[in-house]
């Protein structure tokens, strides 16, 4: 009996896991042991890879781009659309690819319906903020956040139901208004501890979703500790947020407080600095702006590969293990080929606005005239737009796809062969999640 | 039923298929029937039947075809790596689309249908907004243009507190040297307002701001910058200037042009989605479909403004005086985006106007030599 129906069989009954026909296992346990079933042979059973051409996507995104501009972003429910399947499909898990069965149609009327609900309560924010105070302002700002939150789940839970691997698709259950709590929250508490909650937030709610997503009957869950990611992410923390406030706190020691009070407190930059006890500010100031964007800049890939590698490595369904070996060489290489054709394109697009711009200046006749300015108003907006769309562009096709095919490509599988037996469950959520995280712009891929 | 015809054609029958009830991969060998695909497992057993009109392609890697049956709640499953077999499917059933003709078919009427919702989506802003804002303004309650106002109010006093010179407070007149300047500012819109009779009350200031210009906020908040006191020769074209203001104010243009601006913000930042940092576009477009709407607006302030003088009984051909001076100094930046363009018709139209006879300037010498100096302090 080949190792792969042993498994099969212990697993069942560890799991006692409930039987959807009658037959199933006998019928896997044949098509496992013929050498012909395994249709993908390429691919051994714990390997996943990704296997999707660049130069298709490179297609995908630079029509896109061209017709997001011209539709001034109506087409982006097709795009979305058009990357998503890329995506899924192109991604093989033990021979076999996922499969994306959401329609643009479903994201344009998730979207409709969201912006119905949503004008109103724009027109009531309006309002309110109009009242005296900060307080209103700021509830309605809390308000939109926790509305982000709770269009953040629906729309994971749009987009699990529309996974499907092997014909039966992932499904996620929960209250997303209790998510969107736990959400603002724990970033309440981020805040307030200068982000030593981060790693904490990040697993509690990653444990609230994975134990609310199923694919089948396999129930998820996480497994990853916020201790672990603590302590992975300190260095980054100790390099980043401590000079900033050491520098906070120098600035506010090296001001003469004495000085300052002695002059006219009201108007600070009046006096000038150096007779108002601000002397040598400046240079602290700007040493520590500078350190921290330094810093964030340089540090993101490593934080970005920590964060996925230890979410990934929490990742279970079942007894299906993930383990991602994510190094984060690979990672700084995705960004500086970003930064490689990021350079080429302004540097091409900063040619042509020039050309454009000469051109422009002899066939308008002068800026006087109105329609030479309408002319020039609406190509340079259309410039911008353009130049926009096409980081936008190079970014999706160097760094999201990048990171994506690192990602599957350093992932490890364990009893992969428990994925051979799931049965189906779950219903097609409705897309009105992801309506509104577009419309509240906290969309995801 | 006949004979399978798969085992006579050279046509490779093997595919993969998944039955929709649990992930368990059948080796399943595809027959074509009359009308049906069949799909038999390894062990003969029929797994599905699939009429060929209801045969679906689902998104799958390039080299794969993946096969659904259209609207079935089931996610059965059939994929073809055979390129074979996949084009002999493709030939019997009309709806696989093997190459993606289909799908580019659809794809086109679906872009033309993009740019014509975007062409008309351009026409409801540029045209549909003015004349929604015009139609709405006279039912907004004065109590909320009022507190609109106050907000707008406390947002523009910190961006021109921004720009400022430090040291000094933004309004001119509240120094001692100032006093005088201020009552004689304070007399002069007292005048002006007993006359206008407007339902609510005006805000009116000097701010020291080096520009020769006036603005307008909804609720009846007027700012005069130092830079036009300073450019004013007499207290009648300072008066014409302050008329226009009032014009704005009692034609509520401020708040017609903040819910235009709202409703074109809803329109392009929020249907059309903030695809690239879209922000900035909707700033530009909102500026070029106010400046373009400005035209006839100030002209209605200008008309506005000579009658308040005439009835003062002040020079109302001082606006067009003062406007024809400042027009040529203060222009920075392309026409279009100006406030006030076509300054040359707006001169001639005041003076077609203007047909009354001054009875005496508004404010009399001293007065007016103390607000000329009413931003003294520095």
Redesign the interface.
């Known amino acids: 009996m080949p190792a792969v129906a042993a498994i099969d069989s212990e697993y069942f009954e560890a799991r006692n896991c409930p039987q ?2 009658p037959g ?1 296992g006998r ?2 346990t ?2 496992a042991a ?1 050498p ?2 395994q ?2 042979q390429s691919a051994p059973a714990d390997i996943a890879r990704f ?3 660049s130069k ?1 996507f490179w297609h995908v995104l630079s029509w896109g781009a061209v ?2 501009m ?7 429910f ?1 795009l979305t659309t058009d990357i998503r ?1 890329y995506l ?3 991604t ?1 898990l033990a021979g ?2 996922f ?3 959401g329609t ?1 149609y479903e994201l344009l009327i998730g979207f409709l319906i969201a ?1 119905t609900a ?2 109103p309560l ?1 027109v009531a924010f ?2 309110l ?4 105070g900060n307080f209103w302002s700021s509830l309605g700002l809390l308000a939109l956040f926790f509305l982000g939150q709770y269009a953040v789940y629906r729309a994971r839970r749009y987009r699990l139901t529309r996974t ?6 992932f499904h996620q259950t929960g209250s997303a208004l209790l998510y969107s709590v736990y959400a603002v929250l724990w970033w309440a508490l981020i805040i307030l501890s200068a982000g030593l909650a981060y790693p904490f937030a990040q697993s509690q709610l990653e444990h609230f979703k994975m134990r609310h997503t199923f694919f ?1 009957n396999l129930p998820g869950r996480f497994e990853g500790s916020g201790w672990q990611l603590l302590v992975r992410g300190l260095p980054l923390w100790a390099c980043t947020v401590v000079p900033f406030a050491i520098g906070a706190v120098a600035i506010i020691l090296s001001i003469d407080w004495n000085a300052l009070n002695s002059t006219n407190g009201a ?1 600070v ?2 006096t000038g600095n150096d007779k108002g006890g601000l002397a040598g500010i400046d240079l602290i100031v700007a040493a520590t702006g500078l350190w921290f964007l330094c810093s964030i800049a340089l540090l993101y890939p490593v934080f970005q590969t920590i964060l996925l590698r230890w979410w990934l490595s929490g990742l279970r369904f079942g007894d299906v293990a993930v383990r991602s070996r994510l190094r984060i060489a690979r990672v700084f290489g995705v960004y500086a080929r970003f930064f490689g054709y990021a350079i080429m394109f302004t540097a091409m697009a900063g040619i042509l606005v020039v050309v454009a711009a000469f051109g422009l200046s002899k066939i308008a006749g002068g ?2 005239s ?1 329609r030479g ?2 002319i ?2 609406v190509l340079s ?1 259309g410039a ?2 353009a130049i ?2 096409g980081y ?1 562009a190079i970014y999706q096709a160097t760094v999201k796809l990048g990171v994506w095919r690192c990602v599957i490509e350093s992932l490890e599988i364990s009893n992969s062969a428990v ?6 469950a779950g219903e097609a959520a409705s897309p009105v999640g992801e309506g509104l995280a ?2 509240l ?1 906290v969309g995801g891929i | 039923m006949n004979a399978p015809n798969f085992d006579s054609s050279n046509v490779h029958g ?1 595919a ?1 298929f ?10 399943a060998v595809v027959e074509f029937a009359p009308r049906i695909l069949r799909v038999h ?3 003969g057993r029929v797994l599905a039947q699939w009429p060929y009109d209801e045969l679906e392609t ?5 080299n ?1 075809l ?1 096969l659904g049956r259209a609207r079935d709640a ?4 059939l ?1 073809i ?1 055979d390129p074979q077999l996949a084009a002999a499917i493709d030939e019997q059933s009309a709806p696989v689309d093997r190459t993606g003709r289909i799908e580019r078919g659809l ?1 086109i009427k ?2 033309f249908w ?2 014509a ?2 062409a008309s ?2 026409l409801i802003a540029v045209v549909g907004m003015p004349l929604i804002a015009t139609e709405l303004t006279p039912f907004v309650p004065y109590a ?1 243009e009022r ?2 106002g ?2 707008i109010d406390a947002q523009t006093r910190v961006n021109f507190n921004e720009g400022k010179r ?2 000094t407070p933004l309004d001119c007149g509240s120094a001692e040297k100032e006093q005088a300047g201020r009552a004689a500012f304070e007399k002069l819109i007292r005048q002006m307002e007993t006359a206008a009779g407007l339902p609510l009350p005006i805000k009116a200031t000097i701010v020291r701001k080096p520009e020769a210009n006036a603005i307008t906020l909804p609720g009846g908040h007027i700012y005069v910058f130092e830079g036009l006191v300073r450019e004013a020769r007499t207290a009648d074209e300072l008066a014409g200037i302050i008329a226009h203001e009032f014009g704005h104010v009692a034609h509520r243009d401020g708040t017609r042009t903040i819910m235009q601006g ?1 409703g074109v913000a ?1 329109l ?1 930042g ?9 922000g ?2 909707v700033v ?2 909102k500026t ?1 479909l106010r400046t373009s709407y400005s035209r006839d607006v100030e002209a209605a302030a200008d008309r506005y403004g000579v009658v308040l003088v005439s009835k003062l009984g002040g020079d109302p051909r001082a606006l067009a005086a003062i406007l024809s001076r400042i027009d040529g100094g203060t222009h920075v930046g ?4 100006a406030d006030h363009p076509e300054t040359r018709d707006r001169i001639i139209a005041i003076e077609a106007m203007a047909t009354s006879t001054p009875r005496g300037p508004l404010l009399n010498q001293a007065e007016w030599a103390a607000l000329k100096s009413i931003c003294a302090e520095e």
């Not at chain 1, 011209?70 to 982006?76: A, K, M, P, Q, S």
């Not at chain 1, 499907?164 to 698709?169: D, F, L, N």
């Not at chain 2, 089931?74 to 499953?77: P, T």
């Open positions: 959807s026909a199933n019928m896997t044949s098509v013929d012909a079933a249709v993908n296997v999707g051409p298709t017709l997001l011209f539709t001034l972003g109506i087409y982006r097709w399947r899924w499909s192109n093989e076999d690819s499969e994306y069965s643009a912006i949503l004008i724009y309006f309002v903020t109009l009242a005296p499907i691997y092997r014909g039966v698709r089948g108007d930059r009046a800026p006087s109105m300015e309408i020039t108003t907006l911008y737009a926009a769309l936008w994925l051979e037996q799931v049965a189906a577009d419309a712009n | 093997r993969t998944f039955d929709g009830l649990t992930t368990a991969r059948h080796d497992g390894a062990d689902r998104s799958s890697p390039d794969v993946r089931v996610l059965a499953r994929e790596r794809r679906v872009i993009s740019c919702a975007t989506l351009i909320i507190k609109l106050a907000a430090s040291g709202a809803l392009f929020m249907l059309l989605g903030d695809f690239v940092g879209g900035a576009v530009a477009a070029l392309p026409k279009i985006l």
